[in-house]
């Protein structure tokens, strides 16, 4: 059963005023191809996506948030999960640690 503290808050569209003052564009960035990936999110991760579509089943879980280009997501700390990449993704992204990025396998 999946952990519901254990939640990703997608803000659809977020304002240039936002993305600004959270200066993104200073982010570092990563992307993946289309295909399924299982992440172990070690630290809280932010991330607003360029491209790409997403479907994130958190692990014993058979729903899904989804989420693509446009969006600010937060991902919360200790979040197992698939993510059922689509389109290929191009994202920023920042953890709130000094966390070393998920760990990352393709099934």
């Not at 503290?5 to 993305?19: G, Q």
């Not at 003052?21 to 932010?46: H, M, R, V």
Request: net charge positive; charged share 25%.
């Amino acid at each position: 059963m999946a952990d519901n503290n254990l939640r990703i808050i997608v803000e659809k569209n977020p304002s240039e005023s936002k993305l600004s003052e959270l200066n993104i564009k200073c982010w570092p960035k990563w992307g993946c191809s289309p295909g399924k990936y299982q992440l172990k999110f070690d630290a809280e991760e932010t991330c607003y996506l360029l491209k790409g579509k997403v479907r994130v089943y958190p692990k014993g879980s058979t729903e899904f948030v989804e989420f693509g280009a446009g969006d600010l997501v937060t991902i919360p700390k200790g979040l197992s999960c698939t993510w059922d990449v689509s389109v290929a993704v191009d994202k920023h992204y920042k953890f709130e640690s000094s966390s070393p990025p998920p760990s990352s396998s393709r099934q």
